[in-house]
């Protein structure tokens, strides 16, 4: 099957931990993003990533950071969570270049207690 | 302001109608894409276009080639199952890559 492929479906931590997760592309794509969806389910860019550039959303906070082994991971590393971190993050990808398709995985469900 | 203003945000039909949904952009964007998001969470790709029109099946969606500031969504004969939260997005001429989103409508289709 090619898709794009997330884990853990939902994770609930508390305020002050570190957590991390992962993603997965099947589809041979060379980009792939990370996207927040909040509560009132809107979707912000975060991070966008290929295996020469990463350009990074100017709100994103600097506890946030992308970690890639190679062009089909990009996992999201949240290094001291936050309450307002409790988000859904979806993990997104597709060619680079021009006029790319982008698919996206069905998700992380972050709950910060 | 946002770049991208979806309209409506909300959108109650009876099955067997047809609506709209459109986006307007405050600049002009290289593509747009259109998702419909289901009750699990899941973005799933309606259309993508860089220009024109596209149809599949009761969907079809537009895009203005010319000033590139617009795009609809187009739903026939709407169904039960068409319920859920559309969401349009589009890129930047700048080429960023990166999607800037619409706020979503939640379309809910009646019996």
């Known amino acids: 099957e090619t898709a794009v492929f997330q884990t853990p479906n939902y994770h609930v931590t508390q305020v002050g931990n570190e957590v991390s997760f992962n993603c997965k592309q099947t589809?041979?794509?060379?980009?792939m993003y990370w996207y927040k969806q909040d509560s009132k389910k809107l979707l912000k860019i975060m991070f966008s990533?290929?295996?020469?550039?990463?350009?990074v959303n100017e709100t994103v906070p600097r506890r946030f950071s992308p970690q890639s082994s190679d062009k089909a991971h990009l996992n999201l590393r949240i290094k001291s969570v936050e309450p307002e971190d409790s988000a859904v993050y979806l993990c997104?990808?597709?060619?680079?270049?021009?006029?790319?398709?982008?698919?996206f995985g069905p998700g992380t469900r972050l709950t910060v207690l | 302001g946002d770049q991208v203003e979806q309209s409506p945000s909300a959108l109650s039909l009876h099955e067997g109608t047809d609506s709209a949904l459109r986006c307007n952009f405050t600049?002009?964007?290289?593509?747009v894409q259109w998702f419909r998001q289901n009750s699990r969470g899941s973005l799933i790709s309606l259309f993508y276009?860089?220009?024109?029109t596209k149809e599949n099946g009761r969907l079809k969606s537009a895009f203005d080639s010319k000033e590139r500031r617009y795009s609809t969504l187009h739903i026939r004969d709407a169904q039960l199952e068409d319920s859920g939260t559309y969401f349009c997005?589009?890129?930047?001429?700048?080429?960023?890559?990166?999607?800037?989103f619409g706020s979503g409508t939640q379309l809910t289709v009646m019996p």
């Open positions: 997104a990808s597709s060619h680079r270049g021009n006029y790319a398709e982008q698919f």
């Open positions: 589809l041979g794509h060379d980009t």
């Open positions: 990533y290929n295996n020469k550039q990463l350009i």
């Open positions: 600049t002009t964007m290289r593509s």
């Open positions: 276009l860089a220009s024109g």
């Open positions: 997005a589009a890129e930047e001429s700048s080429g960023s890559w990166q999607l800037i």
